[in-house]
């Protein structure tokens, strides 16, 4: 119980020590009140960031459409080998990739009937730019998945 008293007084010593009595003047050592201070840092607002940061990713959308592609299951989106993306009916992923040649792939995800008798080996070289939206849609035909350019409007 003594700990207690002695924990709040070595809490209030520091306030207690910052006071000063009324009736006395300043310290020397603090600025009269005839010369104005400096703004404090945190009084200056600060100014936007106006020099625009160079954009060095291309970006991509691939969109799954309802009609386009007629099955239920789910599509993966390998890029580089790497499944990156689970796309549902009337999903879009949006990525940013650095510039250059991406490896796109893609296959049913799946239980059941969803698993597909071979897995689709065809894939798709897709040339990146920095700074540009590239947009696809997933189309599928006789041979398998495929992506389509879409319209940037899309």
Partial sequence: MRVLPLLFALL???ALADE???DSPPPASEPSA????????MAVPLAPLTLPAPIDYGILV??????????????????QGN?????????SITLNLPP???LVRLGLLGGGHCQPQFEQLRSQTLQLSAGQVHKYRIAMS????YLTPAP???
């Fill in 142 to 145: 006789q041979s398998g998945l």
């Fill in 20 to 22: 000063t009595p009324a």
């Fill in 34 to 41: 005839s010369i104005p201070s400096a703004p404090t840092p």
């Fill in 83 to 91: 499944l990156t993306a689970r796309l549902y009916q009337g999903q």
């Fill in 152 to 154: 940037q409007n899309y």
């Fill in 62 to 79: 691939i969109s799954r459409e309802r009609l386009e592609v007629s099955t239920a299951c789910d599509i993966g989106l390998y890029l």
């Fill in 100 to 102: 250059g040649d991406v």
């Fill in 12 to 14: 209030c010593l520091p």
